[in-house]
């Protein structure tokens, strides 16, 4: 195994499938491979909340790390798809951190978010709660578009990487990209 880091979605399969015990050194290793990576897309997530949050990017990292290892039924696809399972995870336990918060102080600490490129995501300050039910409603409207959102804005993810994942093309997702960040900048505006 400490030769084919290339074949690191056979290896995720492998670890994923139910059967039998896997040695702990497969997991070791994958998550020695795919730290950095987790790292990064972690680091992204981490960036949009506000300085003082509770959890740090590594705890975050680690804490995907684990809510990945109990996906049993999961058929990886690649690194990529992978990288965008462990984002919307990330997504989940930071809306679920911050839903945690606004119930015990029932006064939310607003983080500042943008859609990249430096375009505001709404002309007033927005939690991370409200830019996700945003998504949520979005998701309705449009699925795909949705995941190009999730995997671009809380990810980090670059539009190679999110069209790999989603198995569409470059311009495809530059197209949903462009779609949802003005559907999206209306809704806020207009919350």
Sequence with gaps: MQDRPQDITHWLNALASGDG?????????????????????????????????????TALT???????????????ASR?????VASTIMRRILVHHAAAKRADKRDVILAPLTLAEN???????????AVHEALLAFEAVDARAARVVELKFFGGMENSEIAEALDISVATVKREWNLARAWLLRELSNG
Aim: glycine content about 2%; aromatic content about 12%.
């Design 21 to 57: 015990p896997h040695p702990p050194e497969i997991g070791n290793a994958l998550f020695a491979w795919l730290y950095d990576d987790l790292y990064r897309v972690a680091r992204n997530h981490m960036r949009k909340e506000h300085p003082g949050h509770t959890l740090s990017t």
């Design 62 to 76: 680690h804490e995907s790390w684990f809510r990945m290892n109990e996906q049993t039924r999961t058929q990886w």
């Design 80 to 84: 990529s798809h992978f990288l965008a």
């Design 119 to 129: 375009l505001p995501l709404a002309s007033q300050e927005q939690d991370v709660v």
